[in-house]
Antibody, heavy 123, light 112 residues
């Protein structure tokens, strides 16, 4: 079955960087964009951006421009999200999700999601 | 402050019908972009509930239905069950340059 399995929880100091991986299986990796969404404790969902599995092209929410880098490695069907200059308000669960819709037709929707990776930023 | 506005909470007794609204603007729902809904059970990951305004993925009971009109969308749940207690989120696209995919702030459904 289609699965997205993320790397484990991380604790980082302010100013550091974190890189979260999202290993996919059960489908053709090249066929679907991978999006990243985060959820701060007790809060709602916030879209961060996407990476194309074929071209490696990316698109980020303006809020994260300059701090986020999304990449992929087709040889291991894995997507990555790196966030730098971490602050305490970056503490959140970070999810990867497969875009089962079509971003270029402005109808992205997500199924399935990874299990989430808790990133805690604290000194 | 989320781009799409949802009520923070709704409640209903078992067997009842509840609706959750999702209000947007002319740059997202009103621009014709599809609305999708997710269910997040306590301590779990979001699960796709409705896509393309009205469509249910296989396995989602027909007690769940979606609709869209103008700048708003709604999720209706009929025959409410205890296991429906969860957070529900709407999602759409936005023509803003700053963010292209937007979510509602989420609605906590309590089954009384």
């Amino acid at each position: 079955q289609v699965q997205l399995v993320q790397s484990g929880a991380e604790v980082k100091e302010p100013g550091a960087s974190v890189k979260v991986s999202c290993k996919t299986s059960g489908y053709t990796f090249a066929g679907y964009f991978i999006h990243w969404v985060r959820q701060a404790p007790g809060q709602g969902l916030e879209w961060m951006g996407w990476v194309s599995p074929t071209s490696g092209g990316t698109n980020y929410a303006q809020k994260f421009q300059g701090r986020v880098t999304m990449t992929r490695d087709t040889s291991v069907t894995t997507a990555y999200m790196e966030l730098s200059s971490l602050r305490s308000d970056d503490t959140a669960v970070y999810y990867c999700a497969r875009d089962t819709g079509d971003y270029y037709r402005s109808t992205s929707y997500y199924e399935p999601w990874g299990q989430g990776t808790l990133v805690t930023v604290s000194s | 402050q989320s781009v799409l506005t949802q009520p923070p909470s709704v409640s209903g007794a078992p067997g009842q019908r509840v609706t959750i609204s999702c209000t947007g603007s002319s740059s997202n729902i009103g621009a014709g972009f599809d609305v999708h809904w997710y269910q997040q059970l306590p301590g779990t990951t979001p699960k796709l509930l409705i896509y393309g305004n009205t469509n249910r993925p296989s396995g989602v009971p027909d007690r769940f239905s979606g609709s869209k009109s103008g700048t708003s969308a709604s999720l209706a749940i009929t025959g409410l069950q205890a296991e429906d207690e969860a957070d529900y989120y709407c999602q759409s696209h936005d023509s803003s340059l700053s963010v292209h995919v937007v979510f509602g702030g989420g609605t906590k459904l309590t089954v009384l």
